[in-house]
């Protein structure tokens, strides 16, 4: 697990993370990917980039853009084909961050929440937010409530986006350039540090 005062970046996708032209928290967090663990339970997981690993903006840009890349070899293995480029494929446009410490103080108490080194092919640095259902009991409207809380919390944690493009989308820098990342009203982070 990452110490609380780490720092994990949260990478924004064009096109699936964009409403209108801008990336509104509510997107850039929009839920949790179900899987399931090596003992079949399941869990919840938001992929992020660890910090500790990416020293700078240029070193956080370039994972972004590996991230794209491998998000969109997964999807063209799903499609068994090609993908429209600018339609089906992803790209990278930037970056928020989100301090560790901030993700533990998310209101839990029939969940878990953490963030782990989870490396990926190509993607070292990978790390995931995980939720998992603890021990206390509950009903499914409780829990319900209390994800959508963590979602809505972990979107508030979101702050300093920086935009990026990516060389490999240059074609598409005119419609990528117009994409603003938005933390919302005016505010400072939930901790900084």
Same mark, same amino acid.
């Given at each position: 697990?990452?110490?609380?005062?780490?720092?994990?970046?949260?990478?924004?996708?064009?096109?699936?993370?964009?409403?209108?032209?801008?990336?509104?928290?509510?997107? &850039?967090?929009?839920?949790?990917?179900?899987?399931?663990?090596?003992?079949?339970?399941?869990?919840?997981?938001?992929?992020? $980039?660890?910090?500790?690993?990416?020293?700078?903006?240029?070193?956080?840009?370039?994972?972004?853009?590996?991230?794209?890349? &491998?998000?969109?070899?997964?999807?063209?293995?799903?499609?068994?084909?090609? *993908?429209?480029?600018?339609?089906?494929?992803?790209?990278?446009?930037?970056?928020?961050?989100?301090?560790?410490?901030?993700?533990?103080?998310?209101?839990?108490?029939?969940?878990?929440?953490?963030?782990?080194?989870?490396?990926?092919?190509? *993607?070292?640095?990978?790390?995931?937010? &995980?939720?998992?259902?603890?021990?206390?009991?509950?009903?499914?409207?409780?829990?319900?409530?209390?994800?959508?809380?963590?979602?809505?919390? *972990?979107?508030?944690?979101?702050?300093?986006?920086?935009?990026?493009?990516?060389?490999?989308?240059?074609?598409?820098?005119?419609?990528?350039?117009?994409?603003?990342?938005?933390?919302?009203?005016?505010?400072?982070? *939930?901790?900084? $540090?």
């Amino acid at each position: 697990m990452l110490n609380a005062d780490e720092i994990v970046y949260r990478c924004a996708l064009f096109p699936r993370m964009v409403d209108q032209g801008i990336v509104p928290p509510e997107k &850039a967090i929009a839920d949790f990917f179900t899987e399931k663990d090596d003992e079949g339970n399941k869990v919840y997981t938001i992929s992020v $980039g660890r910090g500790a690993m990416l020293p700078d903006w240029a070193a956080v840009h370039d994972y972004g853009c590996r991230t794209a890349v &491998a998000a969109n070899d997964y999807l063209t293995e799903k499609k068994g084909g090609p *993908l429209i480029r600018g339609e089906e494929t992803l790209h990278y446009i930037g970056s928020y961050k989100v301090n560790v410490a901030s993700i533990m103080q998310a209101p839990c108490k029939l969940f878990d929440l953490g963030v782990f080194h989870h490396p990926m092919p190509n *993607l070292p640095e990978h790390c995931n937010i &995980a939720m998992r259902q603890n021990s206390v009991d509950g009903t499914r409207i409780e829990r319900s409530a209390e994800r959508t809380g963590i979602i809505v919390y *972990l979107r508030q944690s979101l702050y300093d986006p920086d935009s990026h493009i990516c060389e490999c989308d240059a074609d598409l820098k005119e419609t990528l350039a117009e994409i603003k990342l938005s933390v919302g009203p005016d505010k400072p982070p *939930l901790l900084t $540090g």
